[in-house]
Each structure stands twice: as C-alpha cells, then as structure tokens.
C-alpha cells in the first residue's frame, strides 16, 4: 500500500493519524514538566518510568516505520532522496536522546536528590523540544507532499 492508497481510502489527514499518539506523548511529558514542582521524587520517577515506556513502545516503532516506509515514499515522490535527509538525521538526534535518557535514568533512580530531580526535568524538556521541532517539521515541510498526490482531476 503506497502512501497515496493510505489517503485515498478516507482515512483521514496522515499527520492526524500518525501523530495523534505523539502529541499524547508530548503532553504527557509536558503536564511532568509542567507539574513537576509539585510532584514527590518519587511520583516524578514513576513518570520519568512510564515516559521511557512510552518512547520505547510508542515511540521508537514510528520512528522506525517512518525510516523504513514514509520517508522512502516521501522522497519517490519528492524525486530526491534529501527530501527526508533532515528528517532521518533528526530521528538519530531523538534516539541519542532516549538512550542518554535511559542510562542517565538508572543513574539518577540510584541516588535521587533535589538536583537530580532537576537534571530528569531538563532531560525531558529536551526530549519534548527535538521531538514536538520534528513533527512540526515533518507536518509543515514532508507531509504536505502526500497531500499534493491526492488532489482529484476536475
């Protein structure tokens, strides 16, 4: 199934429905971020563990999909493979990212304290900031193509 077929069979804008779990994400560590003054070392290390889960379920598999199937498509269609080459550089800078997140988080539950509380939420801010740039990126620049294949001759 190309993306074109995806489209074309009503199922909708694709960046609604492909990113639609990523802006859960994206909240959720934003409502962390955002409430994280109020929350005890260990509610925020409960968060900071269901975050991980989420980026290594979620997150990881539609980085991959998108790799393997929707840049490919996007640069057919662009005609050019530098279509997507920011795009896949990106996707290294978010699982460079995930994988500090994840060694540093083994460290940081070992010894929690106030400044290492700190240093989760900075982590996560990052996190949330390269992921949200991307799928704005993505939404604005790539996605669009996708769109341009479907207009109906009149």
Do not use: N
């Not at 990523?22 to 909240?27: D, E, I, T």
């Not at 989420?54 to 050019?80: I, K, N, S, V």
């Amino acid at each position: 199934m190309t993306a074109h077929d995806v489209i074309a069979e009503g199922e909708g804008r694709f960046e609604a429905h492909e990113h639609r779990d990523v802006a859960l994400g994206l909240a959720r560590i934003a409502d962390t971020i955002e409430h994280s003054g109020d929350l005890s070392s260990d509610q925020l290390w409960a968060r900071l563990h269901a975050t991980l889960g989420w980026l290594q379920r979620d997150l990881h598999p539609h980085l991959a999909w998108e790799d393997r199937w929707l840049y490919p498509e996007l640069d057919g269609l662009a005609g050019t493979p530098w279509a997507t080459k920011s795009a896949r550089f990106e996707h290294r800078q978010i699982e460079t990212l995930i994988a500090a997140l994840e060694v540093d988080s083994a460290r940081w539950l070992a010894h929690a304290t106030p400044r290492r509380d700190t240093e989760v939420i900075a982590h996560l801010s990052a996190i949330r900031a390269v992921i949200a740039a991307h799928v704005e990126r993505e939404e604005r620049l790539l996605l669009p193509l996708l769109d341009e294949t479907v207009s109906v001759p009149g």
